[in-house]
């Protein structure tokens, strides 16, 4: 088997009244992402990840902002979706690993859960999921508390 590598980017503004959505997880926050869908920017990232190591596009070819059916939509029905994709080929997921850019709230305590519902949906060990976080040192718009960036990384391969 041939492994192939996927790198997906997502940012997404916070204000306040609105969900904070993250990996899956709704974490009490007085922000939240403004966004078409739920605004989980983590499984954002991860969804094109996964999808441009298999070089099947990007989360907006599959699940367009204009399509009012993805209105309010929960990402773990998007990575649901993006997993069945993958499977359709014949590929499997090896390992992700994802880096949250975000100066509040602090999620340390949340990656575990975070953790273990990726895991479920992919249908790969926990282990094989790998979050961590960072701060900005209050620079940027993630430091100044405006918005989040996530990174994410994934191994996959052809069965």
Known sequence: MIPRIGFGYDVHVLSEGYDFWLGGIKIEHY??????????TLIHALCDALLGAAAMGDIGTHFPDTFEEYRGIDSKILLSNVVALLKRENYCIGNIDITVCLQKPKIKDCIPEMRRTLSEIMNVPVENVSIKATTTEKLGFAGREEGIAVYAVALIEKN
């Not at 922000?31 to 989980?40: E, N, P």
């Open 31 to 40: 922000k939240g992402c403004i966004a078409h869908s739920d605004g989980d």
